[in-house]
């Protein structure tokens, strides 16, 4: 019995070492325009995403429903989004990358929740739903913001979420990802707000009572960028 406990606790192991590997590689080039931010590296090393290192410029915006009021303090989600998140980043990352945060909130939105509202299956969520919660919270600053100075952006919806309850799914990312599907194709899109100024950097979506784990996990894609189609962790 203990002989096949540690066969299998020595495949485990093996496996996670095969599977990090395949994380590494040698970054060649800088994203350009419109481009995923991957560079390949051996051939026995895999992709890995030349945009994950470094500093993070991330415009983070709370923003509350026209009907419904936040549960949660908004200095905890503050300190949960800032500190907490750059500091795991950092841990995460053994200092190669670390967060630049601009906090703003709360925002108001100009309907109600039920507008929003989005499904908590990823291979259900409207799209338009998600491309419009972005654009009218993008819409609600893009006077005072200049989205150009941010590498990704965080939205905080002011609704207490638990999966098919309050904005409908806790914490996803819509850039590269809800925005045109999980699956497969998936890429960057351009995001508008109405006075036209524009944004194509990562975005991720975290309610106002997702934990830290969650915020960091969708952080995580945004920072992976895409490759043939598909997302890659960083």
Known sequence: MMRTVMSRYGLGVLFCVLFFSGCRGAPVAGPAEGSSGVAVGGADLG????????????????VRFKDVAPECNLNHIKERA???????????????????????????????????????????????????????????????????????????????????????????????????????????????????????????VAAENAHLGMFAHDLFHALGGVQHGKRLVP
Request: include cysteine.
């Open 47 to 62: 992709p890995q995403s030349n945009s994950a290192k470094g500093e993070q410029r991330v415009l983070m915006l709370a």
């Open 82 to 204: 800032t500190n907490r998140l750059n500091d795991y980043v950092k841990a995460q990352s053994y200092g190669q990358a670390w967060i630049k945060p601009h906090f703003e909130g709360w925002i108001p939105l100009p309907d109600d929740l039920s507008e929003y509202r989005v499904s908590p299956d990823n291979f259900q969520v409207d799209r338009g739903r998600v491309r419009k919660l972005i654009e009218d919270a993008m819409t609600a600053v893009e006077a005072r913001i200049d989205f150009s100075q941010y590498d990704h952006m965080l939205v905080i919806p002011g609704a207490f979420t638990l999966p098919g309850k309050g904005y409908g799914m806790i914490c996803y990312c819509a850039n590269p990802g809800m925005l045109t599907g999980v699956r497969r194709n998936t890429a960057f899109v351009t995001l508008r707000a109405q006075g036209g100024a524009t944004f194509s950097g990562g975005v991720f």
